[in-house]
């Protein structure tokens, strides 16, 4: 059977195993317009992108009612593509990115949605703050000054593996920051409220570690071709 037939199915069979408060990005990157049309059709408002090129041309292409998450790495000079439309900005892993979020949304009229992406893992990517660096954006504080941007929470990325209790430790490091990060910046805020992590390998055990979103592509959509 053709991939394309697959991902309704696809789509309703793992939005079956999400516990509710666990919401599905569906990550469409490097797979064309049409799957996400067919996701579109099974119920699935939320997509996840990686390329500013490429979501650029499925924006033009799909609904309006999409709400587009930006979940790779991201230059700083390619957020004024990306501001006028870009629901959450997922992987936001320096201050200057953040500034760049800031002033670009302001342009626009808008707030963006951003979460801080911190790195954790071994060697899953080379991006990312470290929990320390993690801290120090925050506590300089620069960012309450920030009215265009908003902090809804934190992404991370568990190392590729298969030890499991690994990525279990590293997916409740990331639950353990968010504590701490919550009771200390974000208190009043209910708002900050989001954990991004698990993807199609690992997200069971993410929801185990109290994923609030996960970021699915390869269970949904099939192998990616690059
Ligand atoms: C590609 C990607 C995913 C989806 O990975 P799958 O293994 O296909 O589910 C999730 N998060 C990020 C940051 C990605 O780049």
Not at 5 to 32: C, Q, W, Y
Not at 183 to 195: G, N, W
């Amino acid at each position: 059977m053709d991939a394309l037939n697959e991902v309704a199915a696809n789509i309703r069979a793992v939005s079956a195993t999400l516990p509710d408060g666990v919401r599905l990005v569906a990550v469409s990157k490097f797979h064309p317009a049409e799957y996400i049309r067919e996701a579109y059709d099974a119920g699935q408002r939320v997509f996840g992108e990686s390329r500013e090129q490429e979501l650029a041309k499925k924006v033009a292409e799909l609904p309006d009612d999409i709400e587009w998450h930006f979940i790779g790495h991201l230059q700083s000079n390619k957020v004024k593509y990306i501001a006028p439309y870009i629901h959450m900005i997922e992987a936001v892993d320096s201050l200057k990115l953040l500034r760049e979020i800031n002033r670009q949304a302001a342009i626009h009229g808008r707030v963006i949605n951003v979460l801080l992406e911190l790195h954790i893992a071994q060697e899953a990517t080379k991006y990312g703050l470290t929990p320390d660096d993690c801290m120090a954006l925050l506590e300089g504080g620069e960012w309450r000054e920030m009215h265009n941007v908003h902090i809804s929470g934190l992404m991370m990325m568990a190392s590729n593996t298969d030890d499991t209790q690994q990525i279990r430790s590293e997916f409740e490091r990331g639950a353990q920051l968010f504590d701490t990060i919550k009771e200390r910046y974000f208190a009043a805020d209910d708002t900050f409220c989001e954990r991004s992590w698990g993807m199609s390998h690992d997200y069971r055990i993410a929801i185990e570690c109290r994923s609030t979103m996960v970021r699915i592509g390869t269970a949904i959509f099939g192998p990616r071709v690059y």
